[in-house]
């Protein structure tokens, strides 16, 4: 198995697990905690090793809380953060969409990938290499995993024909005299393709890969005739990544100047089961960190202008690789960054493929900012030239308004009535979408001044402007917050769960409220409560419990550890317990009292009778209980 050795430090069972701080000599609970991982297992080997806190911390912005770490959920839209991860536990939890779970279930979600996609990927992270004789590797190996590995391969062949190919040599004599140094050449893993019909085909078949596999690989195509061929043939590759820096696609683009004439400058990877070109911002494996730190992203066009800004130490750079913006990598971004920079030539004044991903990524709440740069350049000619310069530019980003007005008052003469009518065409759409009232009517005013025209005719014309775009809708796979939130919601819960989660959450908080639980307070809580009740009060280690207790148990544990700490847990759990009891006598009553009315109607003596009977009992209870206040 291809897996690169990257080792990260990061944990699971040998601490002590959910429940193991409510452990005392006096106190009924004991200390409940996980056996240590059997290192033959490679999934308890992979906890054992990551951090979920580095891990989950690795897609989203994560700040401390106490003892715990929360976000903003990545899940649902949100405004104020309900998501919480427990280093302690090794657990995540949205209290908002109901979502959470370990690592795994994690990585699942946000990869949108099955179990064993999702223990590759952290196989791959903690270095922990898959056995092929385990159940674990059996169920892994798919046909997902035979792309990864000819992706890989591929990778390889690629690096070794440009480092050692006659041919492949100038391809690197063009990649240095472009300004990528050697080092950035083996860091981005730019190879050379040979320029023959089946060179990477037959050097991979010699593996045993078949062709129908490399041909989903996107590697390979099958002409009408049925001939087999390469995709990729005399052309600089560049192979594009995966957050995880797995090899998952290749863009191939061709450097001497006869073969610019005469074949497309560009061949990319068609969509595979790996590679959805809307879904990948090419270095963004590399650069998702930077871009958490500078809480900034620069997107630029192309392969180079990535690799040189990285090179230059711009690091925070990615590229969508030739495709208009997508809301699906405008979502993926936005875990790491709500600051956009757009750094590539833009014709606004059209309905252009730009300008659509721009309005998503406004839509979706980003902050744009765009660069100018000078006539005919791109940032990798800018930065290889004079470094300073490109941090010059970066400093005069103008906002995504006044680049509108700037680049579309420069293509039309505002002085003739024509041009006075192109310009309010493309900005009236434009001031239309701004959400703020008071922000619309400064670029109003603008558009007014520079028109020369009354501020009421620039009112009245945006009254008669429809947008063109929702963007919200399956179409574009954007959401309006309130359908999302409503689509994310969990089930409500009653009353009584409500109370049964925080009561057990004090005593996992403080131990001594188990002692205040009477025996016959049991007869309270609902099964799933008495439970937990039963196995905490028995005494029995986690790996008594069933799967589903113990995920109770995690969710109940975080819970724990979020409750306010000048509480006092002890008139807290009275107060919860005496509602609850509270809460229950009167639904029986209630019960009893509906029984009562049907044995009236129905006449039934010796029933009514026994109604009235349990009736009064649950009356004279509910008395007591509130006697005791």
């Known amino acids: 198995m291809l897996v690169a050795n990257v080792s990260l430090r990061i944990h699971y069972a040998p601490r002590a697990s959910n429940l193991a701080r409510i452990r005392s000599a006096k106190a009924t609970l004991a200390r409940i905690s996980l056996p240590k991982a059997k290192m033959d297992n490679p999934i308890e080997e992979i906890k054992n090793r ?4 580095e891990v989950i911390g690795s897609y989203i912005k994560l700040q401390k809380t106490g003892i715990n770490y929360r976000a903003v959920c990545p899940f649902h839209s949100e405004k104020k953060p309900s998501f919480f991860v427990s ?3 090794q657990i995540w939890r949205c ?4 979502l959470g779970g370990d690592v795994f279930k994690f990585v699942m979600e946000i990869e949108g990938v099955e179990f064993g996609d999702a223990l590759r990927i952290l196989a791959q992270r903690a270095g922990v290499e898959l056995k092929k004789n385990t159940p674990e590797y059996k169920k892994l190996k798919s046909e997902r995993q035979n792309l990864y590995q000819i992706c890989e391969l591929a990778t390889r062949f690629f690096e070794k024909q440009l480092q050692e190919s006659k041919a492949g040599k100038e391809a690197r004599k063009y990649l240095l005299a472009r300004g990528i140094s050697q080092d950035s050449i083996k860091k981005w893993r730019i190879g050379y393709a040979p320029d023959v019909w089946q060179g990477l085909s037959d050097f991979l078949t010699s593996k045993d890969y078949k062709r129908e596999e490399i ?6 195509l099958t002409s009408e005739k049925g001939s087999f061929y390469d995709r990729f043939r005399g052309r600089i590759v560049f192979p594009i990544f995966d957050l995880h820096s797995q090899v998952i696609g290749f863009g191939g683009r061709v450097f001497k100047e006869k073969d610019k004439k005469e074949i497309a400058k560009y061949v990319n990877t068609p969509n595979t089961i790996l590679y959805n070109k809307s879904r990948v911002l090419y270095g963004l494996n590399k650069a998702k960190v930077e871009i958490r730190k500078k809480e900034a992203c620069v997107l630029v066009e192309g392969y180079t202008d990535v690799i040189l800004l990285s090179q230059a130490g711009f690091e925070n750079v990615v590229s969508a690789s030739g495709t208009a913006l997508t809301a699906e990598q405008l979502k993926i971004l936005k875990r790491y960054t709500e600051n956009l920079t757009l750094a590539f030539d833009m014709d ?5 493929a730009t300008k659509r ?4 990524a406004q839509a979706l709440g980003f902050n744009i900012r765009v660069l100018r740069l000078p006539q005919g350049a791109d940032p990798a000619d800018v930065v290889s030239k004079d470094p300073k310069e490109w941090e010059e530019i970066l400093k005069k980003g103008k906002s995504i308004l006044e680049f509108y007005f700037e680049s579309t008052l420069s293509k039309f003469d505002k002085k003739t009535p024509e041009g006075k009518k192109e310009i309010s065409r493309v900005l009236l759409e434009v001031i239309k979408r701004i959400p703020n009232s008071i922000e619309q009517n400064f670029w109003i005013q603008q558009l007014a001044r520079e028109l020369e025209v009354s501020e009421e005719a620039i009112i009245e014309e945006l009254k008669k402007v429809k947008v063109s775009k929702d963007y919200f809708g399956p179409e574009y796979g954007l959401e309006r917050e309130t359908d999302s939130e409503k689509i994310s919601s969990p089930p409500q819960k009653s009353r009584k769960e409500l109370l049964e989660e925080h009561l057990l959450s004090l005593i996992i908080k403080e131990e001594g409220n188990l002692k205040i639980l009477k025996e016959q307070d049991l007869k309270f809580f609902s099964q799933k409560a008495s439970k937990v009740l039963s196995c905490l009060r028995k005494q029995l280690g986690h790996e008594d419990f069933s799967a ?4 109770f148990l995690d969710y109940l544990a975080l819970k724990a550890d979020l409750l306010d700490k000048e509480m006092d847990y002890k008139k807290e759990f009275e107060k919860a317990l005496f509602e609850l009891k509270h809460f229950e006598i009167k639904n029986k009553l209630d019960e009893v009292s509906k029984k009562i009315k049907k044995a009236e109607e129905e006449k039934d003596a010796p029933q009514l009778e026994e109604l009235l009977k349990e009736f009064n009992y649950y009356l004279k209870t509910l008395k007591e209980l509130e006697n005791c206040l």
């Open 548 to 551: 589903e207790t113990k995920e």
């Open 348 to 352: 606004l004044a059209g309905d252009s």
């Open 87 to 89: 280093p302690s536990r």
């Open 215 to 220: 041909e989903k690989a996107g590697l390979a």
């Open 357 to 360: 991903g721009i309005e998503l």
């Open 50 to 53: 990551l951090d979920i806190v």
């Open 95 to 98: 209290f908002g969409c109901g």
